[in-house]
């Protein structure tokens, strides 16, 4: 079955820079947009970043434009999401999705996800 496993997560201070990466397996990786979710307590599900099969075409919300980037690399069945000059705003439970075809930020288009993992920052 498919499975995305999310990793990186952490407490984190503002001036860090971490990593989240998401390895898939269960499915014909390069078939499929990668997307990034976050869901902060008290707080709906929102879009982060998604990147398409390629990786030539990446989306972000406006909240994290210019301060994370996203990536993908197909021969390790892996996409990865990159965050710079965090903001406690930042905090949350980031969660990878799969979607076949092409890429978009609506969440209700990904039919596979992660169980999530925890950054927290610190200011």
């Known amino acids: 079955q498919v499975q995305l496993v999310e990793s990186g997560g952490r407490l984190v201070q503002a001036v860090n820079s971490p990593r989240l990466s998401c390895a898939a397996s269960?499915?014909?990786?390069?078939?499929?947009?990668m997307g990034w979710f976050r869901q902060a307590p008290g707080k709906e599900r929102e879009f982060v970043a998604a990147?398409?099969?390629?990786?030539?075409?990446?989306y972000f919300a406006d909240s994290v434009q210019g301060r994370f980037c996203i990536s993908r690399d197909n021969a390790k069945n892996t996409v990865y999401l990159q965050m710079n000059s965090l903001e406690p705003e930042d905090t949350a439970v980031y969660s990878c999705?799969?979607?076949?075809?092409?890429?978009?930020?609506?969440?209700?288009?990904?039919?596979?996800w992660g169980q999530g993992t925890q950054v927290t920052v610190s200011s």
């Open positions: 999705a799969a979607k076949f075809g092409t890429i978009n930020s609506y969440s209700r288009d990904y039919s596979y």
């Open positions: 269960g499915l014909t990786f390069s078939s499929y947009a």
């Open positions: 990147i398409n099969w390629s990786g030539g075409t990446a």
